[in-house]
């Protein structure tokens, strides 16, 4: 019986020891600097209030279309809506950032979002693509020596939940994270407009997933 018991825990460690030592493949080339030795780079410069984005999401199979509001409540909580153009609501969730870790409310999934790791996947994808308005986050900061690009580290859960936030000059162009079980996802942001990201495009593999968001101009216009 001291025999099993010793065996799970070596093997419970080692897992444990395997999943956290994948962090670092994802700052290769990267050495680690004090948060106040450089400008962080942000995706919203603080100028989010209420931005509403043309969505398309694909989720196995299936494809919804219409708008997605994401709305500034307050200083750390959100609302996020994504609904057809006709006003039904496939999701409408909350995000709080008052804690360490992100606190979601769900008001409404659809159905057949609501499904498997989905309704999560979707979930910390927006957590990840806010996260800067997180003022209790943990947050590590890397530069890369050859390049110069930055690269913050975010533990949301010290074990489950990590994010990568990669910037070129001054913004940030991709978020990376993964989270068991959820697996991986990435969010590219390939154009800006008037410091705001005006294209988003969000994949997770494991689960067939990409949302694509643009943003919509003050005159309606795509």
Same mark, same amino acid.
Do not use: H
């Given at each position: 019986?001291?025999?099993?018991?010793?065996?799970?825990?070596?093997?419970?460690?080692?897992?444990?020891?395997?999943?956290?030592?994948?962090?670092?493949?994802?700052?290769?080339?990267?050495?680690?600097?004090?948060?106040?030795?450089?400008?962080?780079?942000?995706?919203?410069?603080?100028?989010?209030?209420?931005?509403?984005?043309?969505?398309?999401?694909?989720?196995?199979?299936?494809?919804?279309?219409?708008?997605?509001?994401?709305?500034?409540?307050?200083?750390?909580?959100?609302?996020?809506?994504?609904?057809?153009?006709?006003?039904?609501?496939?999701?409408?969730?909350?995000?709080?950032?008052?804690?360490?870790?992100?606190?979601?409310?769900?008001?409404?999934?659809? !159905? =057949?979002?609501?499904?498997? %790791?989905? $309704?999560?996947? #979707?979930?910390? *994808?927006?957590?990840?693509?806010?996260?800067? /308005?997180?003022?209790?986050?943990?947050?590590?900061?890397?530069?890369?020596?050859?390049?110069?690009?930055?690269?913050?580290?975010?533990?949301?859960?010290?074990?489950?939940?990590?994010?990568?936030?990669?910037?070129?000059?001054?913004?940030?162009?991709?978020?990376?994270?993964?989270?068991?079980?959820?697996?991986? !996802? =990435?969010?590219?942001?390939? %154009?800006? $407009?008037?410091? #705001?990201?005006? *294209?988003?495009?969000?994949?997770?593999?494991? /689960?067939?997933?990409?949302?694509?968001?643009?943003?919509?101009?003050?005159?309606?216009?795509?």
């Amino acid at each position: 019986m001291k025999f099993l018991i010793q065996k799970i825990f070596i093997l419970t460690l080692f897992v444990s020891m395997s999943f956290i030592s994948c962090s670092p493949n994802y700052l290769k080339g990267y050495k680690q600097l004090k948060y106040s030795d450089i400008s962080i780079p942000t995706i919203f410069s603080g100028q989010l209030n209420k931005l509403l984005y043309k969505a398309n999401l694909r989720v196995m199979g299936n494809e919804l279309t219409g708008v997605c509001l994401i709305k500034k409540i307050n200083n750390t909580e959100f609302r996020l809506v994504f609904m057809s153009e006709i006003g039904m609501k496939y999701f409408d969730i909350g995000i709080n950032y008052q804690n360490e870790k992100p606190v979601f409310t769900v008001y409404y999934f659809v !159905s =057949v979002l609501d499904r498997g %790791e989905v $309704k999560q996947i #979707l979930m910390n *994808d927006f957590a990840a693509l806010l996260n800067e /308005y997180g003022s209790k986050r943990k947050t590590q900061v890397f530069k890369q020596s050859n390049s110069g690009d930055v690269a913050l580290q975010n533990s949301f859960d010290s074990y489950n939940y990590y994010s990568f936030r990669y910037s070129g000059k001054n913004k940030i162009q991709t978020v990376k994270w993964y989270a068991k079980p959820e697996g991986k !996802s =990435v969010i590219n942001f390939p %154009e800006y $407009k008037d410091n #705001l990201p005006s *294209d988003i495009l969000i994949k997770n593999s494991k /689960y067939s997933i990409i949302l694509s968001l643009k943003l919509i101009d003050k005159t309606g216009k795509y």
